[in-house]
């Protein structure tokens, strides 16, 4: 299967650059994956397209404002460092620019000297090991130092950090944020509740390689990247009586996806557990568990687009995204929902 299988084209001025003041106001394209057929509808409609009784799978990871911008100890060269995850207790692997200031024993501050950073090792890809000095949490310093991490193809600097995270936030380590929940509010979560829709948690850590583009021309050579998960009990108890009662689970973004689909595949019964997931998932693959997607528009030829592909069909898929251009959708992180129903598998 060929990478160019999953392109479409995408006009630049369709890709959102900020987030709508009202959440749920934006639009939602459903798409049925059974016969490719697609609605028209706004965000706060999807309590009517969830039924009592199904489960709906939010990931809880809150990301991290992990871009710094400081100066090198000494010569006072203008440094940044992209956080990407930490390692042991205030080491971290991190990205550089520009790299050839950074070589093992440099040291770097940020602020007013609120935070302080020494290069331990140069790992993989060229990034560093780097250990932090500080008084206090790390996690309070970095909120007050740190800016929220944007993907590149938003240019328009984000005025406040909290619309890069879900409302439901808990669990701090991401360097991107699981867009797909970037809809729900409060209100419309209690409104789902009332209901009768069962909410349940797992954490994934997105990190950087979600975006991370696909350059083998052949799918199946693409190197996934690995992220960190946790699949609470709770959760996957919700899963395994949902399934059992005959009823839908439904999962919220890619990355809740790929904590349900890795534990589906080694298990019939859903377990807690935790771990690393490099699973890709592309047509021709079979899902385990989930039984329908809320999700946002992908990259053209991205490992998320291509998991969309393979729960609702690449013909399917690509019609409905062509459909969102000619209907002026907002594509990406910032952007519209669309919603891929089914019924449960049997």
Do not use: C
């Amino acid at each position: 299967m060929k990478r160019t299988d999953f392109y479409y084209d995408l006009p630049d001025e369709l890709i959102a650059q900020e987030p709508l003041k009202d959440r749920s106001s934006s639009r939602l394209m459903i798409l049925d994956k059974e016969t490719g057929k697609t609605e028209h509808k706004h965000f706060y409609d999807i309590v009517d397209e969830l039924n009592e009784g199904d489960a709906l799978i939010l990931n809880d990871t809150k990301v991290l404002p992990a871009r710094l911008y400081g100066h090198k100890k000494g010569s006072g060269g203008a440094i940044e460092f992209l956080l990407l995850h930490k390692n042991t207790l205030d080491v971290w692997e991190v990205i550089l620019k520009p790299g050839r200031k950074a070589k093992p024993g440099a040291e770097f501050v940020f602020g007013n000297g609120e935070l302080e950073a020494e290069i331990l090792e140069i790992v993989n890809d060229g990034n560093r090991l780097v250990k932090f000095k500080y008084d206090g949490v790390f996690e309070e310093v970095l909120d007050k130092l740190g800016e929220m991490p944007l993907p590149h193809y938003i240019t328009k600097k984000l005025e406040d950090k909290d619309r890069y995270q879900t409302v439901y936030a808990k669990n701090s380590g991401s360097a991107a944020a699981p867009t797909a929940g970037l809809h729900f509010t409060p209100e419309l979560l209690e409104k789902i509740k009332a209901k009768g829709v069962n909410i349940g948690y797992v954490t994934l850590h997105v990190g950087l390689g979600t975006f991370r583009p696909v350059k083998a021309d052949d799918i199946l050579d693409h190197k996934m990247h690995s992220e960190f998960y946790i699949l609470p009990e709770e959760t996957a108890e919700l899963v395994n009586e949902t399934k059992k009662n005959g009823k839908r689970v439904v999962s919220v973004g890619t990355t809740a996806t790929r904590v349900l689909e890795t534990a589906g595949a080694k298990n019939q019964t859903l377990k807690a557990e935790t771990g690393w997931t490099d699973i890709f998932i592309y047509p021709g693959k079979e899902f385990h568990v989930i039984d329908a997607l809320i999700t946002n528009f992908h990259l053209p030829e991205s490992t998320l687009i291509m998991l969309v592909s393979a729960l609702a069909g690449r013909e399917n898929v690509l019609k409905a995204y062509e459909e969102a251009v000619r209907e002026k959708y907002r594509f990406f992180s910032f952007g519209d929902a669309m919603f891929i129903k089914g019924n449960p598998e049997m």
